[in-house]
């Protein structure tokens, strides 16, 4: 099975902190995905990574910026955190390529920023 | 037009019921359609993966798309208390690649009772 770890379920944070928000497979996955999910909005792509140190922005990558050091590894960074960006915080993988390779999920990073 | 609607529900049903949930798309160049279940503070767990037009059956669920009319279904069988969950539609152009992305539905909030 594909597995799918965040280092944090819960984290609380103030304003003006930089957070670093840690992901990692286990499943030499080329593709890595960090998400946003509010209630009403449903989940909103930050940015992805299809290979080491390549990073594409999504839909409101805005206050955040990515590393992907490592192939297994993809960390979300909050630069300086604000309140509006308290949210649940998912992270997925998925291999490079070819038919039926969705992606998978980790359990999410639950972010309260005070 | 959003390029993917979901009701969000509730949908409250008894147990041993049919249900079905749908999603409605804009976007024409989608090819690929999955449906997520997403238990109470988890991430999303992958459920069906489908291509293109037809029906896709596991188990008790049943994927149906009908691309002609940009409309997809999944249906549950038998429903059990343990199917009460959010369930995400996503769909994508394409099944990999630089530029993968998948496009989500807000989620439909179920409960079943015994």
């Known amino acids: 099975d594909v597995k799918v770890t965040q280092s944090s379920r819960y984290l609380v944070k103030r304003t003006g902190e930089k957070v670093f928000l840690e992901c990692v497979q286990d499943?030499?996955?080329?593709?890595m995905f960090w998400y946003r999910q509010d209630p009403g909005l449903g989940l909103r792509l930050i940015y992805f990574?299809?290979?080491?140190?390549?990073?594409e922005k999504g839909d409101i990558p805005e206050g955040y910026s990515v590393s992907r050091e490592k192939k297994e590894r993809f960390s979300l960074i909050l630069e300086s955190a604000s309140t509006n960006q308290t949210s649940m915080y998912l992270c997925?993988?998925?291999?490079?390529?070819?038919?039926?390779?969705?992606?998978?999920f980790g359990d999410g990073t639950r972010l309260s920023i005070l | 037009q959003k390029e993917v609607e979901q009701d969000p529900g509730p949908l409250s049903v008894p147990e041993g019921a049919i249900v079905s949930l749908n999603c409605t798309y804009s976007?024409?160049?989608?090819?690929?359609f999955m449906w997520y279940r997403q238990y109470s503070r988890k991430g999303p767990e992958l459920l069906m993966y489908?291509?293109?037009?037809g029906n896709k059956e596991d188990g008790r669920f049943t994927a149906q798309v009908d691309k002609s009319s940009k409309y997809i279904s999944l249906f549950i069988r038998d429903s059990q208390p343990s199917d009460s969950a959010t369930y995400l539609c996503a769909m994508s152009k394409n099944s990999g690649g630089s530029n993968y992305k998948l496009t989500f539905g807000k989620g439909t909030l179920l409960t079943v009772n015994p």
């Open positions: 976007n024409s160049a989608f090819q690929y």
């Open positions: 997925a993988s998925s291999p490079q390529g070819g038919r039926n390779q969705p992606q998978h």
């Open positions: 489908t291509y293109s037009s």
């Open positions: 499943m030499d996955h080329e593709n």
């Open positions: 990574s299809y290979d080491v140190k390549m990073k």
